[in-house]
């Protein structure tokens, strides 16, 4: 984004043009004379639109890993709440706060590999259901 004074004009504005215009007098043409005279209001003029070069971006998917991470922490939750337990609880199980197990539910953090079969003990489910296909 630049502003009015980056821009330079092959047809400069006139102070009395620009007063002329914040006046809100009308103009025998449609276009004000300077395109930065919207500048005055606080509007901002990208370059990259006024040239037409502006890519369109498209939003990257997540990666597999992440996608995986998010759906076993939904898992973890769902039988988390189906037993009654709290994070608390689970936590002390696992070793770790309770803003750690948040974290793995989310999805934020993936699960190490040492902490599986105590998790997996502590929500009774054999160690091969943290491997079974999901919906990552």
Not at 12 to 41: D, F, I, K, T
Request: aromatic share 6%; net charge positive; charged share 20%.
């Amino acid at each position: 984004m630049l502003n009015h004074a980056a821009l330079s004009h092959a047809r400069p504005c006139s102070a009395s043009s620009v007063s002329a215009l914040s006046a809100g007098h009308h103009w025998p043409w449609r276009q004000p004379a300077c395109p930065a005279v919207g500048l005055m209001a606080g509007n901002q003029i990208d370059l990259e639109d006024l040239l037409g070069t502006k890519r369109n971006v498209v939003p990257k998917q997540e990666p597999q890993r992440i996608r995986w991470d998010k759906a076993l922490g939904k898992r973890i939750r769902h039988r988390r709440t189906q037993l009654g337990l709290s994070m608390d609880r689970v936590a002390e199980a696992v070793g770790c706060s309770y803003q750690q197990v948040q974290k793995y539910e989310l999805g934020r953090n993936a699960i190490k590999a040492a902490l599986v079969p105590v998790l997996a003990e502590t929500l009774a489910v054999p160690v091969t259901w943290f491997f079974e296909s999901s919906d990552a």
